[in-house]
């Protein structure tokens, strides 16, 4: 069965199964092999499987790409404490449509991951903090960890070997900030999802105030497939620095939308080209979001050059983000579209911070005058002033992510802003 | 339900050869819902459904409800981990959360209501008033307005003769703007009570309310 649209590119390891609903069930997925990661970690011990995952060099997938090993090193060993495990499904980055499909094709590697790293760190629960938006995935989550418990691969005693792991699936109720790792942890507690300010970090003061790690869906999936394979084999794909294979998440003008797995360091104009089918309607390629609506824009010559890897984003002045690759023609008014994201931001802002909260707002409406054509040239200068004061100056990034698209927009496509301000001026006025 | 009059409800890509029934999408193990009385406690915090049919008297927290109040709280540490399941019981019985059903919410797991409230208010998916019998929620951010979102709202306004945030007149439908809702690759993505209709455009619309209108509860 295909999923939505497959490409010969792809190296299928997570997504193998997408597009089949057999593959939801226990038995089917035992069949394939399933639940073999778990059996072969507690034959390891926390420290190897820890070992071959640093080795793996696999890196999180929530965003910041952070080396998954390293950080579960960083929890304590013997802190007579209860551990954590915290799974990151709040997915709601715009342009992120990943962890979804994740879940609802293949929940038990979904589990099979959250068993190992919950094995890894000590933890004798795990939290899965799925999106409340997301009901139909939750249903199947649900029924696929009360299936792992009824087959002995959850609960106390798993398979016989005297580890005790316990899966709680967690439904949220609608806050993109609850995505944030201490957010979560806030949101988890039946706190308001506020960010907390670290240090302390989560691994050491994290949920209800306990060692805690928190991991994105997808980084916990491939986990699975690092322990039933080991490290060496994760790192035949992708690069020296970004090893494995991502799923991209791709939207806006392409012939053919979707999710698709690649290696990491992909070229991004092949990507739309050849994965993606083009761009829609013959029209020309505009500019790119290659992360995620917090990563600055590119225009179509940085897109030529840009390889889809944390390095590659970086040399072109942006992010590989969660690799939410959003592309647009050359009929994009890119000014509604950015005026579009600071008002995600601006609704989002969970308010603690004066720069996020006021910024975000004030961004957005000035951003609203220009794209009504009541804008000056000078607003330009200010959008840029006022987002730079919003860089680094508050609890969490998200304040950050409103500047990204603003500034790079305002560099990239200053003639858009400027056709949109000089509206009038055809008519005359100076 | 494979008589669905468009396509692919709650499932991606618009082209004939994906055009799968909802069964076969989802497996007929996963179609219909969770139990009411939640099932193993690992899950008992997930929502079952939306449901069409409210009742904004409905008891919260008796029988069923209140076996699966137990199992969520089995599973936490702390009784105030269990805030944000409880308010999503409550709203799945009476389709809000109204400041009574909050100060309930405070009682029964010994809170404070000015906590609960502060708490219940930080989350865009409680419903603060009463909505429509179907909660309309289209994604106009980017990917979905890249793809003409906009035209979708129009089209379900036109549709419902409502305003955004306004319930139409059979109290069937109330169309609400949505944040991106992770399926930006099947734009636009509406979501409906629990369900997603992915690929929706202005065309469809008419359909899929009839649709909904004619549905069983
Ligand atoms: C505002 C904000 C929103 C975030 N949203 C998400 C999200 O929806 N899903 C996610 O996995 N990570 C999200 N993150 C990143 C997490 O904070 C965290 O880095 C990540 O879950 C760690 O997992 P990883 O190491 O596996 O990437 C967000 C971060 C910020 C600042
Ligand atoms: S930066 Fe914004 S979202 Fe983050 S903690 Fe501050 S106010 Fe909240
Ligand atoms: S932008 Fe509409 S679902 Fe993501």
């Not at chain 1, 209860?82 to 342009?95: I, T, V």
């Not at chain 1, 201490?182 to 949101?187: E, F, K, W, Y």
Request: hydrophobic content about 35%; aromatic content about 8%.
């Amino acid at each position: 069965m295909a999923y939505p649209y497959v490409s010969d590119h792809e190296v299928r390891v997570l997504s193998k199964h997408f597009g089949d609903p057999s593959h939801r069930r226990i038995g089917t997925y035992v069949e394939r092999g399933g639940y073999g990661a778990v059996k072969k970690a507690f034959e390891m011990g926390p420290a190897q499987v820890i070992d071959e995952v640093k080795g793996s060099g696999l890196r999180g997938r929530g965003g910041a790409g952070f080396p998954t090993g390293v950080k579960w090193s960083f929890m304590p060993k013997d802190s007579g404490k209860p551990h954590y495990l915290l799974c990151n499904a709040d997915e709601s980055e715009p342009g992120t449509f990943k962890d979804r499909e994740l879940i609802r094709w293949n929940p038990h590697q979904l589990i099979e991951g959250c068993l190992i790293g919950a094995y890894a760190i000590g933890a004798k629960h795990a939290y899965i903090y799925c999106r409340g938006e997301f009901f139909e995935a939750n249903s199947i989550l649900a029924r696929a960890v009360e299936d792992a418990y009824e087959q002995g691969y959850a609960g106390k005693d798993i398979l016989g070997s005297g580890n005790d792991i316990e899966i709680t699936v967690h439904q949220g109720a609608g806050a993109y900030i609850c995505g944030e790792e201490t957010g979560l942890m806030n949101s988890l507690e039946g706190r308001r999802g506020q960010p907390r300010v670290k240090p302390p970090f989560p691994a050491a003061v994290g949920a209800f105030g306990m060692p805690s790690t928190i991991n994105n869906v997808e980084t916990l999936a491939a986990v699975k497939h690092i322990v039933d394979n080991g490290g060496d084999w994760y790192r035949q794909f992708g690069t020296e620095k970004s090893p494995g294979t991502k799923l991209f998440c791709v939207s806006g003008h392409v012939n053919k939308p979707g999710n698709y797995e690649l290696p990491l360091g992909f070229p991004l104009i092949k990507l739309i080209e050849e994965v993606c089918g083009g761009i829609r309607d013959g029209n020309a390629l505009k500019a790119v979001i290659p992360g995620g609506s917090s990563v600055p824009i590119i225009n179509a010559e940085e897109s030529s050059r840009c390889n889809l890897d944390y390095e590659g984003c970086e040399e072109v002045g942006t992010m590989l983000g969660c690799a939410s690759v959003i592309v647009m023609d050359d009929k994009t008014d890119i000014v509604k579209q950015v005026r579009r994201m600071v008002d995600f931001y601006a609704h989002e802002s969970c308010g603690q911070c004066t720069p996020c909260r006021e910024g975000s707002s004030w961004t957005a409406q000035i951003l609203k005058r220009i794209e009504y054509g009541r804008g000056t040239e000078e607003d330009l200068n200010t959008l840029m002033e006022m987002t730079q004061q919003m860089v680094g100056t508050t609890i969490c990034v998200l304040s950050d992510s409103v500047a990204a698209p603003v500034q790079s927009s305002i560099e990239k496509f200053r003639e858009d802003y400027l056709s949109l301000i000089r509206r009038d001026e055809k008519v005359g006025a100076a | 339900m494979s008589d669905i009059p468009f396509k692919n409800p709650g499932w991606a890509g618009n082209t004939g050869e994906f055009n799968l029934s909802e069964e076969e999408v989802r497996g007929e193990d996963f179609v219909g819902t969770r139990p009411v009385h939640g099932g193993h406690a690992s899950g008992a915090g997930t929502m079952p459904y939306m449901l069409a049919k409210k009742d904004p008297d409905g008891a919260l927290f008796e029988g069923e409800y209140r076996e699966r109040l137990d199992k969520i709280l089995s599973r936490y540490p702390t009784g105030q981990a269990a805030l944000l399941p409880a308010l999503g019981l409550c709203q799945e019985i009476r389709g809000y959360v109204s400041p009574e059903s909050m100060d309930a919410v405070a009682e029964v797991l010994d809170l404070s209501p000015a906590y609960v409230r502060g708490v219940a208010t930080f989350y865009t998916m409680y419903n603060k008033r009463p909505v429509g019998k179907h909660l309309v929620q289209v994604c106009t951010n980017i990917s979905c307005n890249l793809a003409g979102a906009d035209e979708v709202v129009d089209a379900f306004l036109t549709y419902t003769d409502t305003e955004l945030g306004q319930t139409s007149e059979d109290g069937n439908f109330t169309v609400i703007e949505a944040e991106c809702l992770a399926a930006c690759g099947f734009p636009t993505c509406v979501q409906i009570n629990s369900r997603y209709f992915e690929n929706v455009t202005p065309a469809e619309v008419p359909k899929i309310c009839e649709h909904l209108k004619s549905e069983r509860e």
